[in-house]
């Protein structure tokens, strides 16, 4: 049974790829005193020897031969200072905990996530126990994603200095 607003994690950090959520995994592992501090959520279907080795004490392997993951309990959830996860997994993971929340919400390389995948972060995210919401990420290093053709017929897409203005 879940109970209203318990918390995944103290922040929870979502990007749009494995290889963003396992950067920032990576680079939070050393400045973390126990592995119980940070949970690396992974896709089920990912291979556990796909995940850096650096981080693997931080993620849910499944089975013997660890051929693959399995979603956190809610108390793994729970008891994690941080989760970090991808953006896709994040809807996974609300489907199996509606009632989870975060008090801080990080979306790394938000200018490559659509509005749809970041509305997926945010449904972790409730008045009165969200405390702060951050969409990062570096426009000079990775441009928008740009799907609407009208938003490209507007040149949405352009920064500033690349449509004149």
């Known amino acids: 049974m879940h109970r209203p607003n318990s918390l995944v994690g103290k ?3 979502c990007t749009p790829s494995n290889a963003a959520s396992d950067l920032v995994a990576e680079r939070l592992a050393g400045e973390l005193e126990s592995p119980h501090d940070m949970l690396r959520v992974i896709a089920m279907n990912r291979l556990h020897r796909d995940v ?28 994690a200072m941080i989760v970090v996860v991808t953006l896709g997994t994040a809807g996974r993971l609300f ?7 975060a008090c801080f919400l990080v979306v790394d390389e938000a200018a490559q996530s659509t509005e749809i995948d970041i509305c997926t ?3 972790f995210c409730r008045p009165g126990t969200t405390r702060r919401i951050v969409l990062a990420g570096d426009p ?12 490209k017929l507007f040149k949405l897409g352009n920064f500033p200095n690349e449509s004149g203005s």
């Open 140 to 151: 000079k290093q990775l441009g928008p994603t740009i799907q609407s053709n009208a938003a």
């Open 11 to 13: 922040i929870l950090v």
């Open 121 to 123: 972060a945010l449904t």
């Open 95 to 101: 489907g199996c905990y509606p009632d989870l929340t």
């Open 52 to 79: 850096p080795e650096a981080i693997r004490v931080f993620t849910t392997p499944e089975g013997a031969l660890n051929e693959g993951h399995r979603m956190p309990s809610e108390e793994q959830l729970k008891q």
